[in-house]
């Protein structure tokens, strides 16, 4: 059979069953008289193995070098590496999937005027944005998807504080291990939310989350842990109010 039926019976397509030639994984008989590939079973088994191996993450030099020189030892030692990167993506999948089920259950509270939310958190890692390390983050978090919540944090010795401190974190539900140390771990916790519509031009304080903060005890619940404030809805018009969603650890 000639490259076309070739491609089509593998689902490789063309240039990619010619670059594997040249990369010497494939030798096709040729026609005598017009000097095409001919392509036989054995290489359909060949093309599709290669595929394979490549789509798992295997490079094509160890491909190269299994099918070539049956150097198992350098292929396995690929395949470790490529196995260490596949979970890696899985986690970042798992985390993007888990933020998007949460973002979507909080438009819901909106949709639908509920007023508070309790639910319970496995652990978290916050990472606190420092002028140095602004920009590095979140280059890193863009390479990945920006799997991260960007929260105003404040802690709770200065809920009731006249001023809150700045204290600006990204929220990341997978251990990164990049940023090592510079991680605090969120233990595993209850939480309660609710949703606030916010101006723009003003600045929250104790006073906006005083009621919250009540409504919380007035159901047996006791504060315990930080509050996270973090915009779910936005406008371009500065006299549209923002939406805004206020959380706390709670036991």
Known sequence: MNINEASKRTGVSKDMIRFYEKKGMLKPKRNSQNNYRIYDDQDLNLIVLIHD??????????????????????????????????????????????NAIDMAKLLDMVKNDVSYDIGERDDMYCYSIRSAGFGNVHSYLAERGGIARAV????????????????????????????????????????????????????????????????????????????????????????????????????
């Open 53 to 98: 191996y490549s789509s798992i993450g295997m490079s094509l030099k160890s491909i190269a070098k299994l099918i070539k020189e049956h150097d198992i030892r350098e292929a396995a030692e690929d395949l470790d590496e490529s196995i260490k990167r596949l979970r890696n993506e899985e986690m970042w999948i798992h985390a993007k999937i888990n």
């Open 152 to 251: 105003f944090r404040v802690k709770r010795d200065f809920f009731e504080s006249t001023d809150w401190p700045e204290d600006h974190a990204l929220l990341f539900t997978p251990h990164i291990e990049e940023l090592g140390a510079e991680l605090e771990l969120i233990p595993k916790h209850k939480y309660y939310r609710t949703i606030l519509k916010h101006d723009k031009h003003k600045k929250l304080g104790y006073e906006d989350v005083k009621s919250i903060i009540s409504d919380i005890e007035s159901k047996g619940c006791k504060m315990s842990g930080d509050m996270y404030i973090y915009q779910i809805m936005g406008s371009t018009d500065y006299n549209v109010q923002d939406y805004v969603c206020i959380e706390f650890g709670i036991q």
